[in-house]
Structures are given as structure tokens and as C-alpha cells.
């Protein structure tokens, strides 16, 4: 798929979940697809059905942030939509002067797996854009071990949950998280296109999981930063947890997600006991490895 057609499609895909009645318009008659028709968004967006047409058929060449934000704000787009159009036009704007690349070798700091390692009550995650795991601190290990057990290093969040039947008793909202692990990817796909390691990532799902190519069709787009997440770890049952995602500005391509259980809470025991069976794990394997 070009460019232009994820143009074409995201626009598309906007201007049918907008209904007349959420914009103040008339029903207008029979319509033929849900949503706005494209005279009405461009009478919205104060620009010509000639050049909204042209947009909309993904030629987002030239087009201003005046004219991205009155589209923007035609199609009621949340933040997310609002600089995922923002990335797309950036895409089309560099044109030929873009090439699809391998993916840039980001080496982990010392010092950050340092950092992490001294968060000792909460499982901390080191990240890359497209979902690999690139280093955790003991908790952390813990609490994803059945997903560092389904696949080699480096592990991937969006494998382990199209690819490994596990990840559906592993996330008891899966719907939700597959919802946002496509929708987090696209927003890295449009950020970034010309980047090898997520287009050939996005190849590989879109081949091998139906779950996956449905939605990405939908073109939806997320802004992963904080929410609650459950999950149902084999050695403690289920969790329910809050997690915070910090960019790290300093290691351009990595952030740093948090979780945490709510002090007092069922869920703060149960990782106070995962974090000692962890520990006995290790040790047993330590001295396993003493004794051979």
C-alpha cells in the first residue's frame, strides 16, 4: 500500500464516523455511505469540493497546517487523528527525497538499565516505537515472563498477541489491547514510513494474523501514554494495573512505561508475591548453575 492510499483511506475512514447531526447539518437525504459527504466536509473546512476531493484521493502535497487543522477540526479528530494527518502530510511533502531505510541500531545506556533496575516496586519497561521489549527490570521480567517465553529476543508486545494464541488468556481485554497495539503501530507507520522494521513488521502480522489485518483497515491511531491494564500472570492470577509512558528524550526511539498496582490493593500483594517467586526462581537457577 502507497502512501497515497493511507491518505486516501484514514480520510475516508474519518468522514464516515462523522454523522450530519454531530456537525449541526441536516440529515440531507438517503445517503449511499455513513457519514459526511465531501462537499460537506469541505464547506466545514472552508475549502473548495475541488480541493478536499483532491485530498481526500491522497494528494496531501502542499497543503497547509491551516488547511490540516480545518480539516482536522471538519472531521472531529482527537489528538491522536489530528498528527497522525499532520505525519502523513510530512510523508507526502518529502517525496522522493524519502527512501525506505533499515531500521536505526539504537544501543541501550548502561545507565538506563541502572535506572530501571532501581525501581524495585513496580515493573518498569524499556521500549521501542514498534512494541520490542529492550530491557526490564526484575519485576517487569517477571510479569512478562510468559511473553518472553513465546518468542526470542527481541521480544514483541504485537507479536505475542496476534501471533501466540497465550496473549488471550494472558490479557483478559484482549479486544482492547489488540485495539491499541494496531492503533499505536499505525501512528508509528505514519510517523515514520520509510522505516524497514515496521513496514516489514506490519507485512508480517497483516500476513499471518486475520485479527490484525481487520484492524488495520480501520486506520485508527492512538497516543499510547497511560491507562489501567489486566493482566492474568500464571503464578499470581489476575492483576489490574496502572501504567505511565515517559519519553526519554535523551535516547531518541525509546520510552519508558511503569506499572503500578494501587496501594493496598489486591493487585500491590499479589506483585510483592510475583517479585518473591521471581527472586526464588533466580536463585534456583543460580545455583543450578553453580552446581554444573
Known amino acids: 500500500m502507497t502512501s497515497r492510499d493511507d491518505v486516501r483511506e484514514f480520510l475516508v475512514s474519518r468522514r464516515a464516523k462523522v454523522t450530519p447531526a454531530m456537525v449541526g447539518l441536516p440529515p440531507g437525504g438517503a445517503r ?62 518529502a517525496g522522493e527525497r524519502a527512501r525506505r531505510r533499515p531500521a536505526r541500531r539504537i544501543d541501550l545506556r548502561p545507565e538506563l538499565q541502572h535506572l530501571i533496575d532501581a525501581v524495585t516496586d513496580a515493573a518498569a519497561v524499556i521500549g521501542n516505537p514498534r512494541g520490542d521489549i529492550v530491557a526490564v527490570n526484575a519485576l517487569a521480567r517477571a510479569l512478562y515472563d510468559p511473553v518472553h517465553r513465546s518468542q526470542p529476543d527481541p521480544v514483541s508486545y504485537p507479536r505475542f498477541i496476534f501471533l501466540d494464541p497465550a496473549s488471550r488468556a494472558f490479557y483478559p481485554d484482549w479486544n482492547d489491547i489488540a485495539d491499541a497495539s494496531v492503533a499505536s503501530l499505525r501512528t508509528i507507520a505514519g510517523r515514520d514510513p520509510f522505516d524497514r522494521a515496521v513496514t516489514d513488521l506490519v507485512g508480517e502480522l497483516s500476513t ?6 481487520i484492524r488495520w483497515a480501520r486506520h485508527d491511531v492512538h497516543l499510547h501514554t497511560h491507562g489501567l491494564k489486566r493482566i492474568v500472570h500464571p503464578a499470581i492470577g489476575e492483576v489490574a494495573l496502572s501504567f505511565t509512558v515517559l519519553e526519554l528524550p535523551a535516547d531518541a526511539g525509546l520510552s519508558l512505561t511503569i506499572y503500578t498496582a494501587a496501594p493496598g490493593s489486591e493487585s500491590a500483594d499479589k506483585l510483592r508475591l510475583l517479585a518473591s517467586w521471581w527472586a526464588t526462581q533466580a536463585a534456583a537457577v543460580a545455583a543450578e548453575r553453580n552446581h554444573a
Open 32 to 93: 449511499r455511505v455513513p457519514g459526511l459527504r465531501r462537499g460537506e466536509v469541505a464547506i466545514l473546512a472552508g475549502v473548495s469540493v475541488e480541493y478536499y476531493t483532491k485530498l481526500e484521493r491522497g494528494d496531501l502535497r502542499g497543503a497547509s497546517d491551516e488547511v490540516l487543522e480545518a480539516i482536522a477540526s471538519a472531521l472531529r479528530m482527537d489528538d491522536a487523528e489530528r498528527a497522525h494527518l499532520s505525519d502523513l502530510a510530512r510523508a507526502a511533502n
Open 208 to 213: 499471518r494474523s486475520e485479527d490484525f489485518r
